[in-house]
């Protein structure tokens, strides 16, 4: 069973800057990246990194964040820039694999906030 361990979150002011860091047991063939949910509404994708480096971004990003990873160490990461207080939410780490084994696993989440 693939186990994920994420790091990162916390509380910054608006403009600020925070890195997630989401290390998994194994990152192959697969995608990572993170989704977030803030209080009343649907979880939603922020970005993901496929273990080729293809890299997918939710639309309210508007490159402000970016995500890249180290295959060596199994970890993506999701620098997060320009922060605003709408940002504010719980970021779960995600890995998924489509091909066998298959697999679609979350992380337990760590709070985002921006505040000032």
């Known amino acids: 069973q693939v186990q994920l361990s994420e790091s990162g979150g916390g509380l910054v002011q608006p403009g600020g800057s925070l890195k997630l860091s989401c290390t998994a047991t194994?990152?192959?063939?697969?995608?990572m990246g993170w989704y977030r949910q803030a209080p009343g509404k649907e979880r939603e994708l922020v970005a993901t990194?496929?273990?080729?480096?293809?890299?997918n971004y939710g639309n309210f990003v508007k490159g402000r964040f970016t995500i890249s990873a180290d295959n060596r160490k199994n970890t993506a990461y999701l620098q997060m820039d320009s922060l605003e207080p709408e940002d504010s939410a719980v970021y779960y780490c995600?890995?998924?694999?489509?091909?066998?084994?298959?697999?679609?696993?979350w992380g337990q989440g760590t709070q985002v906030t921006v505040s000032s």
């Open positions: 990194i496929t273990s080729g480096g293809l890299t």
């Open positions: 995600n890995i998924r694999r489509a091909m066998t084994p298959r697999y679609n696993i």
């Open positions: 194994i990152f192959s063939a697969s995608t």
